[in-house]
């Protein structure tokens, strides 16, 4: 449901400009075709700078390798993500989870970004990122089961890559108890188009292998 409200003054903080910012962002990334658009036009104004706001704007000098994130920064990347699961929020059981999701899913990677020597990693992003989802959210929502269902697809969202290769941080079983394996694979797509110069049909066949290896036969993710 869209809220009514007065126009927005994004120089100025206030706790009620904050609030009817994160009300604004709800609605452009439930409603809008290409929400990131409305977020880059904010991403530089003071109050996206300050709390809860700025674990956002922080991504925004968070570098990536150039290797498996040639379109740049995770801001760069988050912004694809969420154009990407924009167009695909019609396949989800819960568009605002998927959506805020999608939003908040790298957002730890701020905080566990390393470069040493020329490698840049990211280890445990989802864990320190599911945190830091919950804190953003209890600022404008006291719906705990809503904010749960966010926080677990952000601490999820990297199983497609563990499970597919077989790797040691892969849990399914810890995963389907917390989450919707479904749910996570459209988030997981969505975060590997989120990509320049991606290969969609690789892709789309990790996400079959994901889901044939989590004994999911749930496949419209993947449909079209």
């Known amino acids: 449901m869209l809220l009514k409200q007065k126009k927005l003054n994004l120089n100025e903080i206030s706790d009620e400009n904050k609030l009817l910012l994160l ?9 809008s075709e290409q929400p990131s658009i409305y977020l880059n036009s904010i991403v530089n104004t003071k109050i996206f700078k300050e709390y809860p706001f700025h674990m956002l704007y922080k991504l925004k000098d968070t570098e ?3 290797k498996y994130h040639p379109e740049g920064n ?12 924009a167009k695909n929020k019609n396949k989800s059981k819960d568009e605002r989870v ?3 999701a999608a939003l908040l899913h790298d957002i730890g990677k701020a905080e566990t970004t390393r470069n040493r020597r020329g490698k840049i990693t990211a280890y445990n992003h989802e864990k320190v990122g599911t945190d830091l989802a919950i804190k953003f959210l209890q600022e404008f929502s006291t719906d705990t089961p809503f904010i749960k269902k966010v926080a677990s697809l952000v601490r999820w969202h990297m199983q ?15 995963m389907k108890k917390d989450t919707d394996v479904a749910e996570v694979a459209l988030l997981g797509y969505c ?34």
């Not at 009300?23 to 409603?31: A, D, S, V």
């Not at 995770?74 to 699961?85: G, I």
């Not at 497609?160 to 079983?173: E, N």
């Open 98 to 100: 998927f959506m805020w």
């Open 191 to 224: 975060d590997r188009m989120g990509r320049t110069n991606v290969d969609i049909e690789k892709e789309r066949n990790n996400i079959k292998t994901f889901m044939e290896k989590c004994g999911s036969e749930d496949s419209c993710i993947i449909d079209g």
């Open 64 to 66: 990536q390798s150039p």
């Open 160 to 174: 497609i890559l563990h499970v597919v290769r077989d790797m040691p941080f892969a849990d399914i079983k810890a």
């Open 23 to 31: 009300y604004e962002i709800n609605n452009y990334i439930l409603l």
């Open 74 to 85: 995770v801001w760069n990347h988050t912004m694809l993500v969420l154009d990407c699961a």
